[in-house]
């Protein structure tokens, strides 16, 4: 059976900081700065890093931009392989997008359909002056034409590799791991 081991760690806790402060400087810099914004975080992982950029602009800008959360579950274009009775989640915009630049979160940007479907999802909200992305890691291998606007860390891997993210909102850890696949000796 095969199992996943830890192979390296791209970024501990400071690190994971260092990129969302960089990040949230970034989105001020592009966007002259925080008018309009909203943030979107895609559950799971995209929401406490998208809380995390929100606050680190709260403490350079002295405001904090609304954070909404995305449950794309039914939007993904592999729904029927995923269970019979998929979970949904709420989807909760603290304001309407119509006419915000909108700043959608996720931890890694992989073959860009997560964010297909995010931008599915966004658009049946209503429409947004802008849609930028913002990951944390970027590990390449896309499917589609999509693009990050800002990246915590562009890391390229092999497509047997999985990228975990691990926050400690989430998981209890804060690391970003490559890990491979093994068979079980």
Known sequence: MPVLIDKTVLMDASGIRRALTRISHEILEK??????????GIRT??????????????????????VGILDITLYRDDLSTLS????????????????????????????????????????????????????????????????ADYVGKNVPTSSHELVSVQLNATDGLEKVVIRERREDA
């Open 45 to 66: 992982r995209g929401v406490p890093i998208a809380e995390r950029i929100a606050k680190s602009i709260e403490s350079i800008e002295g405001k904090r931009p609304p």
């Open 84 to 147: 019979y009775q998929p979970i949904v989640h709420p989807t909760e915009l603290p304001v309407d997008i119509t006419g915000k630049h909108v700043v959608l979160v996720d931890d890694v940007l992989y073959t860009g359909r997560t964010i297909r479907a995010a931008l599915d999802a966004l658009i049946d909200m209503g429409r947004p002056k802008s849609i930028q992305l913002a990951v944390l890691i970027d590990r390449g291998h896309r499917e589609l034409p999509i693009r």
């Open 31 to 40: 966007n002259k700065g925080m008018e309009d914004i909203v943030l979107v």
